[in-house]
T-cell receptor, first 113, second 115 residues
Framework: DAGVTQSPTHLIKTRGQHVTLRCSPISGHKSVSWYQQVLGQGPQFIFQYYEKEERGRGNFPDRFSARQFPNYSSELNVNALLLGDSALYLC????????????FGQGTRLTVV | AQTVTQSQPEMSVQEAETVTLSCTYDTSESDYYLFWYKQPPSRQMILVIRQEAYKQQNATENRFSVNFQKAAKSFSLKISDSQLGDAAMYFCAYRGGNRDDKIIFGKGTRLHILP
């Protein structure tokens, strides 16, 4: 089975632009979570979606939004990009929301210039 | 709010030796899970070992074992017979047990393996 796949792998955007990051979970996994990892730090939780509904939101501004589709894939959208949004964005999928292992993708490296 | 603290930004160990990475956490929950993740240069976060808070026995996975001290809120990772492939960033992480999939990570410890 394929693991968690994220696209694109790398992205360069200009301040003020909008970006969409995509994640395909492992087959059979219904929960998708997004994390932001700034260089030199641990990942920080942004969103969790389960069965297409938002189940959790971290301390991020409203410029960040996400959604989950009927096939359980997910998109993370960031509007009005700032230099500080430059980071590795990780997607994790799990079968359920309780007591199941989270599997991570290789991330999307976003650079805002 | 739950927090995870890793006080060692970097560590080095000789190949084949043993190294221990430290982690402390803070929570008011009684049901939770603790993890150690490895992040090599490939960027993919890989689960190394997992500990359920209700289990008194320390988890082990081959060369990796933990020392879970619930009262002290301490969760250290011991790597035995260190190998060059163990070089990576290691993150200690916490997840609550109350239908909450959110994982809280520490800042990480970069482990260097010296040949």
């Amino acid at each position: 089975d394929a693991g968690v796949t994220q696209s694109p792998t790398h992205l360069i955007k200009t301040r003020g632009q909008h970006v969409t990051l995509r994640c395909s979970p492992i087959s059979g996994h219904k929960s998708v979570s997004w994390y932001q990892q700034v260089l030199g730090q641990g990942p920080q939780f942004i969103f969790q979606y389960y069965e297409k509904e938002e189940r959790g939101r971290g301390n991020f501004p409203d410029r960040f939004s996400a959604r989950q589709f009927p096939n359980y894939s997910s998109e993370l959208n960031v509007n009005a990009l700032l230099l500080g949004d430059s980071a590795l964005y990780l997607c994790a999928s799990s079968r359920d929301t309780v007591n199941t292992e989270a599997f991570f993708g290789q991330g999307t490296r976003l650079t805002v210039v | 709010a739950q927090t995870v603290t890793q006080s060692q930004p970097e560590m080095s160990v000789q190949e084949a030796e043993t190294v221990t990475l430290s982690c402390t956490y803070d929570t008011s929950e009684s049901d939770y899970y603790l993890f150690w993740y490895k992040q090599p240069p490939s960027r993919q976060m890989i689960l190394v070992i997992r500990q359920e808070a209700y289990k008194q026995q320390n988890a082990t996975e081959n060369r990796f074992s933990v020392n879970f001290q619930k009262a002290a809120k301490s969760f250290s990772l011991k790597i035995s017979d260190s190998q060059l492939g163990d070089a990576a960033m290691y993150f200690c992480a916490y997840r609550g047990g109350n239908r909450d999939d959110k994982i809280i990570f520490g800042k990480g410890t970069r482990l260097h393996i010296l040949p």
